[in-house]
């Protein structure tokens, strides 16, 4: 047996059992209930909805979506409200942790700056790390460009996920490894795991009215 066989055979094992080890949180929605996932609505003036990728209901909300996880999309609608859905359980930080979510709004925000303390957004996601007091947002920003951040105080960052030159007549696909911005974003804070994962649409500041529909959400770790 040759030296090159003897470390290929080890590494094709280590491979396996990472796999293995490997943990997915897939968000699959029912048209009866979301689970066990935990729902917020701030003020009681939104509603969660679901469609088949070829409902004829809505059309504006639902074409040119294919079939999410169970065949459904979920549409989050609110009017001067905040609601969303997620969890609350502890979600390990490493390299291998990613987060996968798939998304389309109806329009963008442009009356407003969001950099300021009154602040609406189309569609978020919600990143929170409690012992450290340290949450992401990320958003679909109606005034800056993908890419773009700004602060909200020391331990709040917000994180144009998509904006203002996203194309919005098409779902957005985006993968995020948190793992990565907790330490860019923080200066290097060590941060061990992830307690709170929401998806949103905020429209309560203004009195504004949003659709968005989510149509893949996949949490992995190890």
């Known amino acids: 047996m040759s030296i090159k066989s003897l470390i290929v055979i080890p590494f094709f094992v280590l491979f396996s059992f990472n ?3 490997a943990e997915k949180i897939r968000f699959k929605f029912s ?9 917020k609505d701030l003020n009681d003036g939104g509603f969660l ?4 990728s070829s409902s004829s209901g809505d059309d504006d909300l639902v074409k040119n979506f294919s079939p999410m996880l169970g065949g459904k999309n979920l549409v989050i609608s609110s009017k001067n409200n905040f609601i969303g859905f997620g969890i609350e359980e502890e979600i390990p930080l490493t390299d291998k942790t990613s987060i996968e979510i798939q998304w389309k709004i109806r329009e963008l925000f442009l009356e407003h700056d969001e950099r300021l303390n009154k602040r609406d957004f189309p569609v978020m996601l919600i990143l929170k790390n409690k012992d450290q007091d340290l949450t992401i947002h990320y958003v679909w920003s109606s005034n800056f460009n993908e890419g773009e951040f700004w602060y909200d105080g020391d331990n709040s960052v917000y994180v144009a996920l998509d ?7 098409k779902a957005s696909k985006n993968k995020i490894k948190p793992n990565d911005d907790f330490e860019v974003f923080f200066w290097e804070t060590y941060v061990s795991q992830i307690d709170e994962i929401f998806v949103a649409v905020d429209t309560d500041d203004y009195g504004l009215e949003s659709n968005a529909i989510i149509q893949k959400l996949i949490i992995e770790y190890m």
């Not at 048209?31 to 729902?39: D, F, T």
């Not at 904006?163 to 007549?169: L, P, V």
Request: overall charge positive; proline content about 0%.
């Open 163 to 169: 904006g203002k030159n996203t194309n919005s007549s």
């Open 31 to 39: 048209e009866k209930s979301l689970g066990n996932y935990v729902y």
């Open 49 to 52: 909805n679901f469609f088949n």
């Open 19 to 21: 796999n293995l080890l």
